[in-house]
T-cell receptor, first 107, second 112 residues
Framework: TQLLEQSPQFLSIQEGENLTVYCNSSSVFSSLQWYRQEPGEGPVLLVTVVTGGEVKKLKRLTFQFGDARKDSSLHITAAQPGDTGLYLCAGENKLVFGAGTILRVKS | NAGVTQTPKFQVLKTGQSMTLQCAQDMNHEYMSWYRQDPGMGLRLIHYSVGAGITDQGEVPNGYNVSRSTTEDFPLRLLSAAPSQTSVYFC???????????FGPGTRLTVT
């Protein structure tokens, strides 16, 4: 059983569309990270959220940490082919990872 | 500043063989960890270390050994390789304030 559940597992969209992926848990985390991984490479950290209700923006990516610090979301505006990859969330509770969301953005 | 380095990048073993996956970091991080990544299962923690001389088991430690003689190096040893250990292995080094992890490029291991 995954401590962190990510949804959806797969997402295929057209360039220019908006999307949201989710990371949910029944556990409380003091911090949560989002990573992007491209084929053949290691995950690369995008953002860390530490405060309940926190919203962080990274260009077209918006990250939100739930008020109860049990869940998080990643919203991408006007997706581009370069956003294609595996998006992983991870919580600091023994550094547990979700299974990830595979995003494919078609041009 | 190379970050986290891993060698080899690819490896093929026969069942029963042993080998060591190397990992080094130059960020002076105390916390290092090893993960395996399998399709549909995300990253699963194998072993981790909170500092030189200290190691502990993660979620899937069976069949693997680690040691941490220096802050920089954290090798992972497969004692007797099995096909179930076919996977991609990632080493990570972690900052201490917000648990931000820096990953190596990975080792793709195939056991036949």
């Amino acid at each position: 059983t995954q401590l962190l559940e990510q949804s959806p597992q797969f997402l295929s969209i057209q360039e220019g569309e908006n999307l949201t992926v989710y990371c949910n848990s029944s556990s409380v985390f003091s911090s949560l990270q989002w990573y992007r991984q491209e084929p053949g490479e290691g995950p690369v950290l995008l953002v860390t959220v530490v405060t309940g209700g926190e919203v962080k923006k990274l260009k077209r990516l918006t990250f939100q940490f739930g008020d109860a610090r049990k869940d998080s979301s990643l919203h991408i505006t006007a997706a581009q082919p370069g956003d294609t990859g595996l998006y992983l969330c991870a919580g600091e509770n023994k550094l547990v990872f979700g299974a990830g969301t595979i995003l494919r953005v078609k041009s | 500043n190379a970050g986290v380095t891993q060698t080899p990048k690819f490896q093929v073993l026969k069942t029963g063989q042993s080998m060591t996956l190397q990992c080094a970091q130059d960020m002076n991080h105390e916390y290092m960890s090893w993960y395996r990544q399998d399709p549909g299962m995300g990253l699963r923690l194998i072993h981790y270390s909170v500092g030189a001389g200290i190691t502990d088991q993660g979620e899937v430690p069976n069949g693997y050994n680690v040691s941490r003689s220096t802050t920089e190096d954290f090798p992972l040893r497969l004692l007797s390789a099995a096909p179930s250990q076919t996977s991609v292995y990632f080493c990570a080094s972690t900052g201490t304030e917000t648990y931000e992890q820096y990953f190596g490029p990975g080792t793709r291991l195939t056991v036949t």
